[in-house]
C-alpha cells in the first residue's frame, strides 16, 4: 500500500519545526481537503498523512502554514512576512509508492524533494 509523509526542518534555526500547521488539498475533479495535520516535535505528522484505501493516484496539494509557525519562533521577521503559506502541488502516479514530501524551511527560502 502506498503512503504520503513529510518532515519540516527549520534551517534556520536548526531544529525540527514543531507545532507547524499543514493541510492536504486533493485537487483532481475540483478542490477538497482531505485532512489538518500539525507536526510534533521531530517536525513530522505521527503517521501517515494519507494512506490505506484513502491513498490513489492524482494531483495533491499540502499547504504549509509557515507564517504562523515562523511567528512563533521569536525570530526577527519582517512584516509582512516573505513567506507565509507555502504550498507544495504534486502528483502521485504510484499505487503503492512512498511519497515522502519533506520542506526545508527559513524565513526567506524553502526547498523540497521526493524523498524516501
Same mark, same amino acid.
Given at each position: 500500500?502506498?503512503?504520503?509523509?513529510?518532515?519540516?526542518?527549520?534551517?534556520?534555526?536548526?531544529?525540527?519545526?514543531?507545532?507547524?500547521?499543514?493541510?492536504?488539498?486533493? +485537487?483532481?475533479?475540483?478542490?477538497?481537503?482531505?485532512?489538518?495535520?500539525?507536526?510534533?516535535? !521531530? %517536525?513530522?505528522?505521527?503517521? #501517515?498523512? $494519507?494512506?490505506?484505501?484513502?491513498?490513489?493516484?492524482?494531483?495533491?496539494?499540502?499547504?504549509?502554514?509557515?507564517?504562523?509557525?515562523?511567528?512563533?519562533?521569536?525570530?526577527?521577521?519582517?512584516?509582512? +512576512?516573505?513567506?507565509?503559506?507555502?504550498?507544495?502541488?504534486?502528483?502521485?502516479?504510484?499505487? !503503492? %509508492?512512498?511519497?515522502?514530501? #519533506?520542506? $526545508?524551511?527559513?524565513?526567506?527560502?524553502?526547498?523540497?524533494?521526493?524523498?524516501?
Amino acid at each position: 500500500m502506498g503512503r504520503l509523509t513529510t518532515h519540516v526542518l527549520d534551517t534556520a534555526l536548526g531544529r525540527p519545526a514543531e507545532g507547524l500547521a499543514i493541510e492536504l488539498w486533493a +485537487l483532481d475533479g475540483g478542490t477538497r481537503l482531505v485532512s489538518s495535520h500539525v507536526t510534533n516535535a !521531530d %517536525g513530522r505528522i505521527d503517521g #501517515p498523512i $494519507l494512506s490505506g484505501d484513502g491513498f490513489a493516484c492524482g494531483t495533491y496539494e499540502l499547504r504549509f502554514a509557515a507564517g504562523d509557525y515562523l511567528r512563533k519562533t521569536g525570530q526577527a521577521l519582517p512584516d509582512p +512576512l516573505f513567506l507565509d503559506l507555502i504550498p507544495i502541488r504534486f502528483g502521485i502516479a504510484e499505487q !503503492d %509508492g512512498h511519497y515522502h514530501v #519533506p520542506l $526545508l524551511l527559513s524565513p526567506f527560502g524553502y526547498s523540497t524533494y521526493r524523498g524516501s
